[in-house]
């Protein structure tokens, strides 16, 4: 008998694609296929994850998107 997870995607099945949920109300272009992850200070990490999951996920992508943005301008 067969050994190991037959299903060779098994995040892109049915099953899976049905649980995703947008958690942003606010329109976003292309995103990319992987996340960015990056440990913070204890203090800046408590204040984020203090915020409703909605606002945490806008605020960081707005950050993170804004501060891009204005280092690319400059270069």
């Known amino acids: 008998m067969a050994k190991g997870n037959r299903n060779p995607k098994p995040k892109d099945s049915a099953f899976h694609q049905t649980k995703r949920v947008a958690i942003s109300d606010r329109s976003l272009g292309e995103l990319a296929k992987k996340p960015v992850s ?7 990490d408590e204040y ?3 915020l409703p999951q ?6 960081l992508r707005e950050s993170i998107t804004n501060a891009a ?3 690319m301008a400059n270069q």
């Open 38 to 44: 990056v440990k913070l200070e204890v203090d800046v």
């Open 48 to 50: 984020i994850r203090g």
């Open 54 to 59: 909605k606002d945490r996920v806008t605020f």
């Open 69 to 71: 943005r204005a280092k």
